[in-house]
């Protein structure tokens, strides 16, 4: 019983750590075409907010650590 236990909780913990890395690579790919297309980074955490539902400290946080 505990073994099925670890089992399930073990990959529900690896598919909700690989759903984070995905959004987390999409977030980064959304900012460096902002910036590829010349925005500011004040734009580029609007569109962030507003195409992943962030709050808008996440979205500086995510522009600081891609741009």
């Known amino acids: 019983v505990r073994k099925g236990i670890?089992?399930?909780m073990g990959g529900k913990v690896l598919e909700?750590?690989?759903?984070?890395?995905k959004a987390?690579?999409?977030i980064a790919g959304?900012?460096?075409t902002?910036?590829?297309?010349?925005l500011d980074q004040k734009a580029a955490i609007e569109n962030?907010?507003?195409?992943?539902?962030?709050?808008e400290k996440d979205a500086i946080?995510?522009?600081k650590k891609y741009w």
């Open 24 to 26: 987390e690579g999409m």
């Open 16 to 21: 909700l750590e690989s759903e984070r890395l």
């Open 30 to 32: 959304a900012i460096k």
């Open 48 to 55: 962030v907010v507003e195409q992943f539902s962030l709050s």
């Open 6 to 8: 670890g089992d399930i």
């Open 34 to 38: 902002c910036k590829k297309f010349k």
């Open 61 to 63: 946080n995510y522009v």
